[in-house]
């Protein structure tokens, strides 16, 4: 086993401290990734309250992450000791139902996609942990190649908040001639200004916040609409292909609905602690669609990453010490951060 440092949730309502735990050896299949930086998720700190349910304690949260291997297995094929490597949102899946086989090990119809942590592993049921820590253990099919063309701790949101937004983006096949709107500019909602601009898409970013507007601008938007003041919002009426909706709040869906035109499609990618409603007249009388979608299998990711070193696509980010974790969640609970945390770990 492998003694590896790390900063752990003891139970919902204590804050986050070191912890030290075992990972697994190095089987054939295994690469061994040394930790460099590690994404702080909104999600990290709904289930470190266990505010979705279900969480298991302690729990060692982190699905953005970034290092350098140290270590393969006999049988690894596509990895290299001293290569970069990531790991997003799952370490293993089933393998063989029809979505993991087509791809799609987001959406594993046998087991469930295994997440990086507060999951368990299939076979001996151990709980996993996840980034912030310093090191990880992961099979082979479920890492990541980074490039060496960005900035690396900028890199590490990308294994989250980018596939979330590039994965919708692709499944809809946004590009030159469609109007997007983007709620909420966020960690997710800054990543996808980013990709549907550079998908060629007009891009439009929809929020409360007047003095977000530079920021959204510089970002790559082309619009700006205040969705407090009427007069802006009536003047999209109607107007968009697709919203990429990264709102975890409540709000009143069908004043984002009546944006989309006939046909359009709103992604919903922020997951409200309460469920949303919305009248069913709001969709049918201009065949609008409320969809889902759940970040991207390995594949998707890889390429995802690849397109954003070709098109020189980042997080932006506040870079923080190990210490500063559960600053970092009060933090981004106020909207506090621009815009993903980052947790270098050479200070764990």
Request: charged share 20%.
């Amino acid at each position: 086993m492998l003694p590896t440092k790390a900063y752990a949730a003891p139970a919902p309502s204590v804050p986050l401290a070191p912890f030290d735990f075992e990972r697994r050896e190095v089987g054939p299949h295994d690469v061994l990734i040394d930790i460099q930086f590690c994404g702080v998720c909104h999600s990290d700190l709904h289930q470190v309250r266990d505010e979705w349910g279900g969480s298991m304690f302690p729990m060692v949260p982190g699905h953005e992450i970034v290092g350098r291997i140290s270590k393969v297995g006999d049988h690894v094929k596509n990895f290299k000791v001293g290569d970069l490597a990531g790991v997003g949102c799952m370490v293993d899946s089933c393998r063989t139902c029809p979505s993991c086989q087509e791809g799609l090990e987001q959406y594993c119809e046998t087991t469930g996609m295994v997440g990086t942590y507060n999951s368990r592993e299939i076979g001996s049921g151990a709980p996993t942990y996840g980034g912030y820590s310093s090191q990880i253990v992961v099979d082979e099919k479920y890492t990541l190649k980074v490039s060496d063309k960005l900035d690396l701790a900028r890199v590490a949101p990308l294994l989250c908040a980018g596939i979330t937004t590039y994965s919708p983006l692709r499944q809809w096949k946004v590009g030159p001639g469609h109007r997007v709107g983007v709620m909420g500019l966020g960690g997710l909602g800054h990543m996808a200004v980013k990709l549907a601009a550079a998908m060629g898409a007009e891009v439009t970013v929809l929020s409360t916040s007047p003095g977000k507007e530079a920021d959204a601008k510089e970002l790559g938007a082309h619009k700006f609409v205040v969705t407090k003041d009427e007069a802006q919002l009536k003047s999209v009426g109607n107007y968009f292909d697709f919203i990429i909706n990264t709102v975890s709040a409540q709000l009143d869906l069908a004043t984002y609905v009546n944006l989309l035109r006939r046909d359009g499609t709103m992604i919903l990618l922020g997951v409200p602690t309460e469920a949303p409603h919305i009248h069913a007249f709001n969709l049918i009388s201009k065949r609008r669609r409320i969809a889902g979608s759940l970040i991207g299998g390995i594949a998707e990711t890889q390429e995802m990453l690849d397109f954003c070193a070709e098109h020189n696509i980042m997080s932006d980010i506040e870079l923080i010490d190990m210490k500063d974790i559960n600053e970092s969640y009060e933090r981004m609970l106020k909207g506090d951060v621009k815009y993903r945390f980052v947790i270098d770990m050479a200070t764990l």
